[in-house]
């Protein structure tokens, strides 16, 4: 059975950073792209960034999160990565990896059950 399990979610201030990690069981993540989503409160789950299999290519949305955030995988670990800088107080949310047969997807095939981001101001 597949399995993404997050963790490196917490409390933050604003303009701080935080590393959230995602580790897959039960199959392969080489064979995968992954991702993230978010869902921040009051709004529905949103893609945030997703990677290849390979490690690239990688993507970004929206906008207010490029430069800021990093996606990276280790596939010898089965794990992906999402590197958050300057850390707004919307961007707080529940973080969910996913892994997906096709890159970028908006409906993967897995999901975790998230980890809690919160930045306060």
């Known amino acids: 059975q597949v399995a993404l399990v997050e963790s490196g979610g917490g409390l933050v201030q604003a303009g701080g950073s935080l590393r959230l990690s995602c580790l897959v069981s039960?199959?392969?993540?080489?064979?995968?792209?992954m991702g993230w989503f978010r869902q921040t409160p009051g709004q529905e789950r949103a893609f945030v960034a997703a990677?290849?299999?390979?490690?690239?290519?990688?993507?970004y949305s929206p906008d207010s999160v490029k430069g800021r955030f990093i996606i990276s995988r280790d596939n010898a670990v089965n794990a992906v990565y999402l590197q958050m800088n300057s850390l707004k107080p919307e961007d707080t949310g529940v973080y969910y990896c996913?892994?997906?047969?096709?890159?970028?997807?908006?409906?993967?095939?897995?999901w975790g059950q998230g980890t809690q981001v919160t930045v306060s101001s």
């Open positions: 990677i290849g299999r390979r490690g690239s290519p990688t993507i």
């Open positions: 996913t892994m997906s047969t096709t890159f970028g997807a908006r409906e993967p095939e897995y």
């Open positions: 039960g199959r392969s993540s080489s064979s995968f792209a």
